[in-house]
Each structure stands twice: as C-alpha cells, then as structure tokens.
C-alpha cells in the first residue's frame, strides 16, 4: 500500500466516524437536553423543600412581632404601677426597636411589599408613642400615656396591626 491510499483510507475512516457521531448527538440531543432539565427541576425542588419551612418560620415570626409592638400588648407587658411617662416611653421605644432588630432577617423571606409594610408599622408605632408623649403633661404617670394612646388607637378607623397581620397571611397563601 502506498502512502496516498493509506491517507484516504484514514480520511474516509475518520468522516465516517465524525458523521456517525454528528448522527448520535442529533438522535440523543432532546434526551440529553430532557435529562438536564430534569436535573434542573429536581434541584429547584429540594432547594423549595428546603426554604419553604424558614419562609413559613419567617411569616409565623413577623405576626408575632406586629403582635408584640401593638400598643395595646405592650403597655400591658411594660405598664408597672407608679411608672412615670419618660420610663414607660422608654421601655416601649426600647422594646420596639428591640423586636425589630431580633426580626430584621425575616427580610429575606418575605414578600419585598410585605416586609415595608412591616417597617412602615414599626416606625408609626414610634411615631405613635412619641406623639403621645408630646400632649401629656411631663410630670404625668404612665396611666396618662396608656390612655392617651389607646385613645388613639380606638379613634383609627382599621387597626393597622390587624391590616398588617391580614397581609402577612396573605403572602403565606401566595406560597402554596
């Protein structure tokens, strides 16, 4: 054999094996990319597995805050006989902001909408209390605050605490 019937040889043997690979790949190609897909999907399964319980934690931890920073669930938990109105304001500002920071990862969990509302009440309940605070007396009790603010509590048409709750309830439901 000589060296130019040796090179077609090789040559016709390698198209043969390109073009037979070419064939597999076209053949297998939507088996190939269904397989992946299928990787793709059951990764995103576990990883929803895996989030869906801290996202629920997160919603369950946000309404225990509104809760916890609604007046009428603070004053009773701080309110001590004979408190003055500077302690009592205070202990509530402290206690506020104190939920707030222990809470603020829940962030990552919730609706974007959800989580300024969440900011947005706790800013008004500061708000709220150091409004109070301005049309009572300094040298008043933490009786006068507490009234003072449940005053206002009751004068709001919808209890924004309770909005708030409504809320969180309603991006739990969008999760399932």
């Known amino acids: 054999m000589n060296v130019q019937q040796i090179i077609t040889d090789i040559v016709i043997l390698s198209s043969g094996v390109f073009i037979a690979l070419i064939a597999i790949y076209y053949v297998l190609k939507h088996d190939i990319q269904r397989f992946f897909n299928l990787k793709t999907i059951e990764i995103n399964k576990e990883t929803k597995a895996h989030i869906l319980p801290l996202r629920l934690q997160a919603h369950e931890r946000l ?4 809760d916890r920073i609604n007046p009428a669930n603070l004053l009773v938990r701080l309110h001590q006989q004979g408190i003055g109105i500077g302690t009592l304001q205070a202990g ?14 829940q ?24 409004n109070a605070v301005q049309g009572i007396p300094a040298d008043a009790n933490g009786i006068e605050l507490s009234k003072a603010i449940l005053q206002h509590m009751a004068s709001i048409d919808e209890n924004p605490y309770d909005l708030t709750i409504e809320l969180i309830k309603q991006d739990i439901q969008q999760l399932f």
Request: glycine fraction near 0%; charged fraction near 25%.
């Open 63 to 66: 309404i225990i805050f509104v």
């Open 92 to 105: 509530i500002l402290n206690e506020v902001r104190s939920e707030y920071q222990h809470n603020i990862t």
């Open 107 to 130: 962030q990552l969990y919730v609706d974007s909408r959800t989580w300024n509302v969440v900011r947005k009440l706790k800013d008004d309940t500061i708000a709220m209390i150091n």
